[in-house]
């Protein structure tokens, strides 16, 4: 799949992330996916069959909901694994990350927030290549809330500022 950015987008889904194809973004945005947990719970899901059942490890308090959990993000398909995925976009995963894949590469960043689960079906080698960002600065995330103090940006050229502070006279 391909999409046009013309500025950073960011996606939040409610539940679970399912990306089965590979993802290319072109133009000047940066695309975010982040899963939250509503109304489920993520899970390890160690057999592999894309639902909680005996044997799978819960993250956090006990399973309820639905079968399939929440806040988890399938790096390919439980049921279907694929051999490659290039995607060019970060990931904030609220639940558990599984990979379904033999083969993942990730140009931008992955957050967890509970742990990553290789399925029994694939391979599961997984290479976060990280954003080369052509701006050059750190700029606010689409959907997120500025909180804290200011973040450290890039160094700035300024013919009215020195570089050391001027030592005291005597």
Same mark, same amino acid.
């Given at each position: 799949?391909?999409?046009?950015?013309?500025?950073?987008?960011?996606?939040?889904?409610?539940?679970?992330? $399912?990306?089965g194809r590979?993802?290319?973004?072109?133009?000047? #945005?940066?695309?975010?996916?982040?899963?939250?947990?509503? #109304?489920?719970?993520?899970?390890?899901?160690?057999?592999?069959?894309?639902?909680?059942? @005996? *044997?799978?490890?819960?993250? #956090?308090?006990?399973?309820?909901?639905?079968?399939?959990?929440?806040?988890?993000? $399938?790096? *390919?398909?439980?049921?279907?694994?694929?051999?490659?995925?290039?995607?060019?976009?970060?990931?904030?995963?609220? #639940?558990?990350?599984h990979l +379904?894949?033999?083969? +993942?590469?990730?140009?931008?960043?992955?957050?967890?927030?509970?742990?990553?689960? !290789?399925?029994?079906?694939?391979?599961?080698?997984?290479? !976060?290549?990280? $954003?080369?960002?052509?701006? *050059?600065? =750190?700029?606010?995330? @689409?959907?997120? !809330?500025?909180? *804290?103090?200011? =973040?450290p940006g890039?160094?700035?050229?300024?013919?009215?500022?020195?570089? $050391?502070?001027?030592? @005291?006279?005597?």
């Amino acid at each position: 799949m391909r999409l046009l950015l013309s500025d950073d987008v960011t996606f939040v889904v409610e539940g679970n992330v $399912y990306l089965g194809r590979s993802v290319e973004t072109v133009g000047a #945005g940066r695309l975010t996916i982040v899963s939250e947990i509503a #109304g489920g719970v993520p899970f390890a899901d160690r057999d592999g069959n894309g639902r909680f059942s @005996p *044997g799978d490890v819960v993250r #956090g308090s006990l399973f309820e909901g639905p079968l399939e959990g929440g806040g988890n993000v $399938y790096l *390919g398909l439980p049921r279907a694994p694929c051999t490659a995925l290039s995607l060019k976009l970060s990931l904030l995963v609220g #639940g558990e990350l599984h990979l +379904a894949t033999d083969r +993942a590469s990730v140009l931008g960043s992955i957050l967890l927030c509970h742990g990553g689960t !290789v399925l029994p079906s694939s391979r599961g080698m997984l290479a !976060v290549l990280g $954003y080369s960002d052509p701006r *050059g600065e =750190r700029v606010l995330l @689409p959907g997120f !809330v500025a909180v *804290g103090s200011p =973040r450290p940006g890039c160094l700035r050229r300024s013919n009215k500022q020195t570089l $050391y502070p001027v030592a @005291p006279v005597r």
